[in-house]
């Protein structure tokens, strides 16, 4: 069974840009979210998409956003970027995303805000 | 506030020293514990679950448990491909969503 994977794998950006990543979940795992990983501060979570329904939100601005499409691939965008955007961001797939389900993560992409 | 708390945040071992790591926590109504192994620039790659106090689960090298409080990660007679970070998260109450732990950075000598 393949994993879940994300493209690109590495992006480099300038300040005020905006990005899109993909994600392609698990075969039959419906709930996708999304975590911004920086050195420090651990893995912060975004958001989380369920049969493409925001279901649950993190504290970030309004910049980023993301979508779930019917075949459960989702994207995440982040508008107007900022040297902070700098991160690793990685996807996760579950069954349900019922909280207890084991999350499967993609390789990430690392994204540098230049 | 539920809080996930990881210690040491480093540990450096070598080869074939045995160790633990703590993953400590205070949340109400514990639904599940997971432990995590990540390389350098990778995805998280699932090690355990654990749903309640008392449970073990062993896989290779590695040993988790857990107490009402808190869970181990047990690492036996470690190589240095177990050098990684080890992440904690833990699901409780009503909320879908996942409390992460900082990590263990570990590194295995030869």
């Known amino acids: 069974k393949a994993g879940v994977t994300q493209t690109p794998r590495y992006l480099i950006k300038t300040r005020g840009q905006q990005v899109t990543l993909s994600c392609s979940p698990i075969?039959?795992?419906?709930?996708v979210s999304w975590y911004q990983q920086t050195p420090g501060q651990g893995l912060q979570f975004l958001f989380e998409?369920?049969?493409?329904?925001?279901?649950n939100k993190g504290n970030f601005p309004g910049r980023f956003s993301g979508r779930q499409f019917s075949n459960s691939r989702s994207e995440m965008n982040v508008s107007t970027l900022e040297l902070g955007d700098s991160a690793l961001y990685l996807c996760?797939?579950?069954?349900?995303?019922?909280?207890?389900?084991?999350?499967?993560f993609g390789p990430g992409t690392r994204l540098t805000v230049l | 506030e539920d809080q996930v708390t990881q210690s040491p945040e480093a540990l450096r071992l070598q080869e074939g020293e045995s160790s633990s790591l703590n993953c400590s926590y205070t949340?109400?109504?514990?639904?599940?514990l997971f432990w995590y192994r990540q390389d350098p620039g990778k995805g998280p790659e699932f090690l355990f679950t654990?749903?309640?106090?008392?449970e073990e689960k062993e896989k290779e090298r590695l040993k988790a448990t857990i107490t009402k409080k808190e869970s181990f990660l047990h690492i036996t007679a470690p190589k240095p491909e177990d050098s990684a970070t080890y992440l904690c998260?833990?699901?409780?109450?009503?909320?879908?969503?996942?409390?992460w732990g900082l990590g263990t950075s570990l590194a295995v000598n030869p």
């Open positions: 998409y369920f049969s493409e329904t925001q279901r």
């Open positions: 075969s039959g795992h419906r709930s």
């Open positions: 654990l749903y309640s106090a008392g």
């Open positions: 996760a797939s579950s069954l349900s995303g019922t909280g207890t389900d084991t999350q499967y």
């Open positions: 998260a833990l699901n409780a109450g009503n909320n879908r969503k996942l409390i």
């Open positions: 949340v109400s109504g514990l639904r599940g």
